[in-house]
């Protein structure tokens, strides 16, 4: 008796050795949606006021750019369209528009009084917030000092610039980044004292890189290359030493 083996036909269940190309597609979306313009604040009322403040030559553009939304909507290809010129200023000037959407300002950016780019400063003593519901007031704004009276404070406000106070007296906040040094000083970035006021009194003025972030300088060639540059340095001394 011959065993055969059993002949495969076209219905069975073995798959065809040669498979069918299949796509894949995937939705996506092509654009994506855009965040909200923030408004102008007084120290930074428009486009050039901004460019000014953030530092690093870029004022030189603010004619490129044609108004304040196009500043918060141009990509960087837009503005590299325009000139802004280098790529590592377009990385900044994009890295400070959304610290800017964000509400993260620099100096000055939490002023509400400015007239003409410029914020008048005065130091004040100012009665001390009533404490919350579970706290006790400090002891320190209890006891009268050289200083100050008992149950005040003394910080540095943003007055209108013809006033010699502000208009209300309570739970003031003292502008960020400035500070009371000794008895009667005001200290702080870009400060302008005002003759005559012996401290009391200064201004902060919208200047070139007021709100620049500096870069860093590389120190013997950089993070890679120092301890090569400074081996090579070390050898050319014993050279000369041992001659």
């Known amino acids: 008796m011959v065993l055969r083996r059993p002949i495969l036909r076209a219905t069975s269940t ?9 796509t894949c597609s995937r939705a996506y979306r092509t654009t994506i949606p855009q965040r909200p313009v923030p408004k102008p604040i007084p120290f930074i009322p428009d486009t050039t006021a ?17 108004s304040w939304d196009a ?7 837009q ?4 000139g802004v010129e280098p790529a590592r200023s377009r990385r900044y000037l994009l890295q400070w528009r959304e610290r800017f959407r ?3 300002f620099g100096v000055g950016g939490d002023c509400q009084h400015v007239q003409d780019g410029i914020a ?42 013809d006033q010699e106070g ?3 007296w309570e739970n003031l906040d003292g502008v960020k980044g400035y500070v009371v040094k000794g008895a009667k000083n005001i200290k702080g970035p870009y400060v302008e004292y005002v003759k005559g006021s012996g401290g009391l009194r200064a201004r902060l003025r919208l200047q070139e890189g ?16 120092r301890a090569e540059v400074r081996a090579k340095r070390r050898a050319a001394e014993n050279k000369e030493k041992n001659r």
């Open 14 to 22: 073995i798959p065809s050795a040669v498979s069918t190309p299949q």
């Open 50 to 66: 901004f460019l000014t403040a953030i530092g690093r030559g870029l004022s030189a553009h603010s004619a490129k750019i044609p």
């Open 71 to 77: 500043l918060f909507t141009l990509t960087s290809v």
């Open 79 to 82: 503005l590299k369209d325009l």
């Open 102 to 104: 964000n509400g993260e």
């Open 120 to 161: 008048e400063l005065k130091l004040i003593e100012a009665p001390v917030p009533a404490p919350a519901r579970g706290q006790t007031q400090s002891l320190r704004t209890m006891i009268a000092t050289a200083t100050h009276d008992p149950g005040t404070r003394k910080v540095v406000v943003n007055i209108p610039k």
């Open 166 to 168: 502000p208009s209300n």
């Open 210 to 225: 007021v709100w620049e972030v500096r870069r860093g300088h590389k120190v013997d060639g950089g993070e890679r290359r």
